[in-house]
């Protein structure tokens, strides 16, 4: 239990500090080690893609520099750190035997962490689908899901004896809806039904990740996926506005939770995709291999959702807060439309509202009450500069987390089991199609010299770890 004090706030002992990041926006060394390529490669390098032409070809470098940031993170006192495997250095054409080289790299990372003390949390796929398995016909196609059970059986098997907490997939509503529907992210594909066969796809390479992992780990292990669940308010009472608050939560948030903790797809959600798809891609049995026992929901949240319904004659949105395309990644809801809030905004444009954090997790917990859950991401983007002193000094992000943290604390008084919160993230990085033109990181990262200069958020956070808690607000 979390306790307020006039002195601030403390979490429970055993809770879980830590920070984030993911292999393609931090690596780089995208043809090295015999990597293969990815969506992310095929789509970066497509001119228009990603802002101001920005690959991850070379990143953070963290491929080479990974010692030098381990060290960084023995500096921050970090717990634990949650980072993803790229599919495409362990099977290059997303199928087949191991390279082993890929493998030998991170189990190098992970015998490094561990040396430091450091807790790693394994994500398998944070969005660099092998491009081999595109071409076979992405996520959309049956057969990936069937690839992702294969690569994750062999990325068990490898690091099983080493690592405790595994996460099969980051997000997979953007891997399904901004990478098919609306296709800001890769491949880029603009296909509303194929989107909704990538997602039903995503919850089965999830579910046969989920078999392919207890397979080889030892009995004890951890098996999780990260949701960024959106926190989704109607603008008004009225009926039309909570019903389009309805679907965005059902294309959202329905669309995994149902498969994966209720035991099948809603019927409102197949009624508002009906003029999409006929959801024929749903095979008999395959509910019930979505919906394998977890020890964990990993939960992503940022900002909250306002939603109404459009009025008659109101021209569709083309930028729905993940991008601008002319199709919507929400999709059978084209006539909800998304509401600009009033008040302070990331560098992301995304409205900073903690009280969405607290709402989320208890909303979560009231419906899973015997599910663990994690804050597997949650942090800002603000546009950082290294000052003259030095520094960094951004102490818009430690407020943004300094009250997200008191909004996690509020949710476990309430009696919402919150194990642990993973900042995102560490460092500055690839923040897809936004390029590096967004800084999320609590370490700032010149990209032309590599530097990493830790930002005061960073040096605040040390602190809040290492007293467990946060000290008496002052605002
Ligand atoms: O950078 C991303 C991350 O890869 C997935 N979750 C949201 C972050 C910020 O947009």
């Known amino acids: 239990m979390a306790t307020t004090t006039d002195a601030g706030r403390h979490f429970p002992p055993d809770f879980l500090w830590g920070a984030a990041t993911a292999a393609y926006q931090i690596e780089g060394a995208a043809d090295e080690g015999g990597r293969g390529p990815s969506i992310w490669d095929t789509f970066s390098h497509t001119p228009g893609r990603v802002l101001d032409g920005d690959t991850g070809d070379v990143a953070d470098d963290h491929y080479h520099r990974w010692e030098d940031d381990l060290d960084l993170m023995v500096r921050l006192g970090l717990p634990a750190y949650r980072f993803s495997i790229a599919w495409p250095r362990i099977q290059p054409d997303g199928r087949g035997a191991a390279n082993q080289f890929g493998l030998d790299h991170y189990r190098r990372l992970v015998d ?4 430091r003390g450091i807790e790693p949390i394994v994500t398998l796929y ?9 071409d076979a016909g992405g996520w959309p196609a049956r057969d990936t899901a069937m690839r992702f059970g294969d ?21 997979p509503w953007c891997s399904a809806f901004l990478g098919y529907a609306s296709g800001v992210h890769a491949p880029g594909r603009t296909e509303p039904a194929a989107a909704l066969a990538a997602a039903h796809h995503l919850n089965l390479a999830h579910g046969l990740g989920v078999q392919a992992l207890r397979s080889v780990l030892p009995a004890g292990s951890s098996v999780s996926i990260t949701l960024n669940l959106h926190l989704v308010r109607p603008a008004t009472d009225e009926p039309e506005d909570q019903d389009a608050a309805r679907q965005i939560d059902a294309i959202g948030n329905r669309i995994w939770l149902g498969p994966i903790l209720d035991g099948g797809y809603p019927d409102d959600l197949q009624d508002d995709t009906a003029g999409r798809t006929d959801w024929s891609f749903v095979r008999d049995g395959d509910v019930a291999m979505i919906a394998e026992p977890l020890d964990l929901l990993g939960v992503n949240y940022y900002q909250p959702t306002v939603v109404r319904r459009r009025r008659d004659g109101e021209e569709p949105q083309v930028s729905h807060g993940h991008g601008e395309s002319a199709e919507s990644p929400f999709v059978g809801a084209d006539t909800v439309a998304f509401v600009e809030q009033p008040g302070p905004v990331t560098a992301m444009g995304w409205p900073i509202d903690a009280s969405g954090m607290e709402e989320l997790l208890l909303q979560v917990h009231a419906a899973y009450p015997n599910l663990p859950l994690m804050v597997t991401e949650n942090g800002a983007a603000f546009d950082d500069e290294v000052s003259d002193d030095g520094q960094v000094h951004d102490p818009r992000r430690i407020a943004y987390v300094d009250d997200h943290l008191r909004a996690v604390g509020r949710a476990i008084d309430a009696g919402a089991d919150v194990r642990g919160y993973l900042l995102w993230s560490l460092l500055d990085n690839f923040e897809w199609a936004y390029g590096y033109s967004r800084r999320f990181g609590i370490a700032h990262v010149d990209y032309d010299t590599q530097t990493r200069t830790v930002k005061d958020s960073g040096w605040w956070y040390r602190d809040v770890i290492a007293a467990g808690g946060l000290a008496a607000h002052d605002g």
Do not use: F, M, S
């Open 112 to 115: 490094g962490l561990l040396e």
């Open 126 to 134: 944070h969005w660099d689908l092998p491009q081999a398995l595109e």
């Open 151 to 171: 690569y994750a059986e062999l990325v068990g098997a490898a690091l099983g004896d080493r690592v405790d907490r595994w996460i099969t997939l980051n997000e």
